[in-house]
């Protein structure tokens, strides 16, 4: 919706960004800005005003255009979105009708971080659960750094917080297949790089000794990691369905949290199963992420369209540069 504007100053001048730029508020939580810390970030909700099918401008903030009844898209079929210390990109793919995936990164003092939520495509407008998710859970991740919260409680209260607003998403009328969605989120300290996952979009280090840092939350995922399901599962090996979610039909789960403190400089990359499903070694995405961060974004989103693109994809990359100059 376009109803991201800070009462004094009005709408930001870049549609991407969800701070204002002359007050520093929050445009999603509406809180004031920190007076000690500088808070920046960028969401990949389209800030369209006109219907792409029949041109007609869109009358408030009604879900659907009004002149030709087709449904306002929520977020960006492509969107690139760049901080420097932390970049993403998001692309609807070859085959998919709209993009469901959504990715928000930005920064606050020294530390970096991005949320991607993918949204199930069985339920009703995942795209407006991914986008609700993505989007509170880095607000509230951000502000709670910005209070000087660990990392760990930040990405805590984060997935609370973009649980809460996919649940939100549904409505008084959750129906029968509610908006859902994943959730992962990454932050880079000067010392701590830490990620927080419900669902199957993962999380990435990319340095000495790169490795995946999440556990896919399916069937497959949980069996490959060596861990037991809960009984009432039918434990076909191959399956890829989610066992845990963001939505009005999950039973609010809390992030699975993950801390390293990595001795050398590295990237932490986060992604969708867009991504993960063709190019999901660690060590072949460590080698294809030297480079702006943005650029590695843009190739690695590029190798999943070439392999076929036939889900969303969404990237987001962050640095990591330990202070106090690297232990050997
Ligand atoms: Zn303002
Ligand atoms: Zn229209």
């Given at each position: 919706m376009s109803g991201h504007a800070c009462p004094e100053h009005g709408p930001p001048s870049e549609p991407e960004h969800r701070f204002c730029e002359v007050c520093g508020r929050n445009l999603v939580t509406g809180e004031p800005a920190s007076p000690s810390v500088s808070t920046t970030w960028l969401s990949s909700r389209t800030d369209s005003?006109?219907?792409?099918?029949?041109g007609a401008a869109y009358a408030?903030?009604?879900?659907?255009?009004?002149?030709?009844?087709r449904r306002r898209p929520v977020g960006r079929d492509h969107a690139e979105l760049d901080l420097g210390c932390v970049a993403g990109v998001t692309d609807r793919g070859r085959?998919?009708?709209?993009?469901e995936d959504a990715i928000a990164v930005g920064r606050t003092g020294s530390a970096s971080a991005a949320v991607v939520c993918d949204g199930v495509?069985?339920?009703?407008?995942p795209d407006t659960a991914a986008h609700d998710a993505a989007e509170a859970g880095l607000a509230v991740l951000l502000a709670a750094l910005a209070d000087g919260a660990d990392p760990e409680k930040a990405t805590a209260d984060g997935a609370r917080a973009a649980a809460a607003a996919a649940r939100a998403t549904?409505?008084?009328?959750?129906?029968?297949?509610?908006p859902s969605c994943t959730y992962v989120s990454g932050i880079a300290t000067a010392d701590t790089v830490t990620v927080g996952w419900i669902g199957d979009s993962r999380a990435y280090w990319l340095g000495?000794?790169?490795?995946?840092l999440t556990v896919d939350d399916s069937v497959a995922g949980q069996l490959a990691a060596g861990r037991s399901l809960p009984?009432?599962?039918?434990?076909?090996?191959?399956s890829r369905a989610l066992i845990r979610w963001l939505g009005a039909?999950?039973?609010?789960p809390e992030a699975q949290v993950v801390s390293l403190r990595p001795a050398g400089p590295g990237r932490l990359l986060l992604c969708s199963d867009g991504l993960h499903h063709y190019l999901s070694d660690p060590t072949a995405l460590a080698a294809a992420s030297s480079g702006r961060l943005i650029d590695v974004a843009r190739h690695l989103t590029t190798v999943a369209l070439d392999g076929g693109g036939h889900d969303n994809i969404t990237v987001a990359v962050l640095s990591f540069t330990p202070s106090g100059g690297s232990v050997p």
């Amino acid at each position: 919706m376009s109803g991201h504007a800070c009462p004094e100053h009005g709408p930001p001048s870049e549609p991407e960004h969800r701070f204002c730029e002359v007050c520093g508020r929050n445009l999603v939580t509406g809180e004031p800005a920190s007076p000690s810390v500088s808070t920046t970030w960028l969401s990949s909700r389209t800030d369209s005003t006109a219907c792409a099918g029949c041109g007609a401008a869109y009358a408030g903030d009604e879900p659907y255009c009004d002149h030709c009844g087709r449904r306002r898209p929520v977020g960006r079929d492509h969107a690139e979105l760049d901080l420097g210390c932390v970049a993403g990109v998001t692309d609807r793919g070859r085959r998919r009708r709209g993009n469901e995936d959504a990715i928000a990164v930005g920064r606050t003092g020294s530390a970096s971080a991005a949320v991607v939520c993918d949204g199930v495509s069985t339920s009703t407008h995942p795209d407006t659960a991914a986008h609700d998710a993505a989007e509170a859970g880095l607000a509230v991740l951000l502000a709670a750094l910005a209070d000087g919260a660990d990392p760990e409680k930040a990405t805590a209260d984060g997935a609370r917080a973009a649980a809460a607003a996919a649940r939100a998403t549904a409505g008084p009328d959750a129906g029968e297949s509610p908006p859902s969605c994943t959730y992962v989120s990454g932050i880079a300290t000067a010392d701590t790089v830490t990620v927080g996952w419900i669902g199957d979009s993962r999380a990435y280090w990319l340095g000495a000794d790169p490795a995946c840092l999440t556990v896919d939350d399916s069937v497959a995922g949980q069996l490959a990691a060596g861990r037991s399901l809960p009984p009432a599962l039918d434990a076909d090996p191959e399956s890829r369905a989610l066992i845990r979610w963001l939505g009005a039909d999950s039973d609010d789960p809390e992030a699975q949290v993950v801390s390293l403190r990595p001795a050398g400089p590295g990237r932490l990359l986060l992604c969708s199963d867009g991504l993960h499903h063709y190019l999901s070694d660690p060590t072949a995405l460590a080698a294809a992420s030297s480079g702006r961060l943005i650029d590695v974004a843009r190739h690695l989103t590029t190798v999943a369209l070439d392999g076929g693109g036939h889900d969303n994809i969404t990237v987001a990359v962050l640095s990591f540069t330990p202070s106090g100059g690297s232990v050997p």
